[in-house]
């Protein structure tokens, strides 16, 4: 399915909210490659000077991490994966540290994931993900802020921007695009993933080997979840903050669909592709991060000579 998070990111090996299913045979391959040079390129050794925190959100205590000063930007990750995505581990050239350099730059791990609370009742989720990220700037007492995210963190990054367009910047969607409507035959494949990745021993062990071993109860239904978090076409009309889309050349039809569709809605917005690169890989390219700093350097200081 789109990015109900497990079919794109296990199946096509590619990214941290998969969502169009397509067999399981060949993706062991090539996730366990794709997957061991993220884990170089993002996840190293644990260095981290980052602050980490927790604060209560209705009863679920959500863990975060921030660095650098300046205007906020929040980073949100995909399904399956932690705040870790953005390599809040590894000094250097990072999204996370190449962001804290010039702004104040927070990553949280979603309900479900990472070191926050997993709660294991269906409710715990849906649209009680993206008020996690406004409770995160009341927190800190913060007013508004940039938002970043990719793939499952793109659905929750549009339903922040409709429903508290006054906490919103401007906004990046990576990898995905808030939803009007969820494709059937998208959501039927989801759940037809989900089951075998319940099942499958084999994918079971490869997830342990990646991520730790997760909580799959957490994980199915933040999943299962995100067809929940749709927005309005009203809604994404009155945004007039600046908007990104970016997402890899290689990335699913399925991902274009939906960023077309919700940039209609909008109105306007920029739409990036990163060359070489699909739904998994695309977070690890440099020109990911270059188009990223590009937008927030033109937004934050807007010029008519600037381009990118």
């Given at each position: 399915?789109?990015?109900?998070?497990?079919?794109?990111?296990?199946?096509?090996?590619?990214?941290?909210?998969?969502?169009?299913?397509?067999?399981?045979?060949?993706?062991?391959?090539?996730?366990?490659?794709?997957?061991?040079?993220?884990?170089?390129?993002?996840?190293?050794?644990?260095?981290?000077?980052?602050?980490?925190?927790?604060?209560?959100?209705?009863?679920?205590?959500?863990?975060?991490?921030?660095?650098?000063?300046?205007?906020?930007?929040?980073?949100?990750?995909?399904?399956?994966?932690?705040?870790?995505?953005?390599?809040?581990?590894?000094?250097?050239?990072?999204?996370?540290?190449?962001?804290?350099?010039?702004?104040?730059?927070?990553?949280?791990?979603?309900?479900?994931?990472?070191?926050?609370?997993?709660?294991?009742?269906?409710?715990?989720?849906?649209?009680?993900?993206?008020?996690?990220?406004?409770?995160?700037?009341?927190?800190?007492?913060?007013?508004?802020?940039?938002?970043?995210?990719?793939?499952?963190?793109?659905?929750?990054?549009?339903?922040?921007?409709?429903?508290?367009?006054?906490?919103?910047?401007?906004?990046?969607?990576?990898?995905?695009?808030?939803?009007?409507?969820?494709?059937?035959?998208?959501?039927?494949?989801?759940?037809?993933?989900?089951?075998?990745?319940?099942?499958?021993?084999?994918?079971?062990?490869?997830?342990?080997?990646?991520?730790?071993?997760?909580?799959?109860?957490?994980?199915?239904?933040?999943?299962?979840?995100?067809?929940?978090?749709?927005?309005?076409?009203?809604?994404?009309?009155?945004?007039?903050?600046?908007?990104?889309?970016?997402?890899?050349?290689?990335?699913?039809?399925?991902?274009?669909?939906?960023?077309?569709?919700?940039?209609?809605?909008?109105?306007?917005?920029?739409?990036?592709?990163?060359?070489?690169?699909?739904?998994?890989?695309?977070?690890?390219?440099?020109?990911?991060?270059?188009?990223?700093?590009?937008?927030?350097?033109?937004?934050?200081?807007?010029?008519k000579d600037r381009n990118y």
């Amino acid at each position: 399915m789109y990015y109900l998070p497990v079919n794109n990111f296990m199946v096509q090996a590619q990214s941290f909210l998969p969502t169009w299913h397509r067999g399981i045979s060949h993706y062991q391959v090539k996730l366990g490659i794709v997957m061991g040079l993220l884990g170089l390129h993002l996840f190293p050794a644990k260095v981290c000077w980052a602050e980490e925190g927790y604060f209560n959100s209705d009863g679920v205590q959500i863990h975060y991490v921030q660095a650098g000063s300046g205007q906020a930007v929040v980073l949100i990750h995909g399904w399956m994966a932690s705040a870790k995505m953005w390599g809040t581990e590894q000094r250097g050239n990072s999204i996370f540290w190449s962001l804290s350099k010039n702004f104040h730059v927070i990553a949280m791990d979603c309900r479900g994931h990472g070191l926050s609370d997993k709660p294991h009742d269906p409710k715990a989720y849906g649209c009680a993900m993206p008020l996690d990220v406004v409770r995160l700037l009341d927190h800190l007492h913060i007013q508004q802020a940039y938002l970043i995210g990719y793939s499952m963190g793109a659905i929750l990054t549009g339903k922040i921007v409709a429903s508290y367009p006054q906490r919103v910047l401007g906004a990046i969607f990576g990898g995905g695009a808030p939803v009007v409507r969820w494709g059937p035959e998208d959501l039927k494949q989801n759940d037809a993933f989900l089951e075998k990745w319940q099942k499958d021993r084999g994918l079971q062990e490869l997830s342990a080997l990646l991520f730790g071993v997760p909580d799959r109860t957490a994980l199915v239904m933040a999943n299962q979840s995100l067809r929940e978090i749709t927005v309005k076409e009203s809604e994404l009309r009155r945004f007039k903050g600046p908007i990104l889309f970016l997402y890899g050349d290689r990335d699913s039809e399925a991902t274009r669909h939906y960023v077309e569709a919700a940039r209609q809605a909008f109105g306007h917005g920029d739409i990036r592709v990163v060359p070489g690169a699909d739904h998994f890989s695309t977070p690890m390219k440099p020109e990911f991060l270059r188009m990223i700093l590009s937008f927030l350097d033109r937004v934050e200081t807007p010029s008519k000579d600037r381009n990118y």
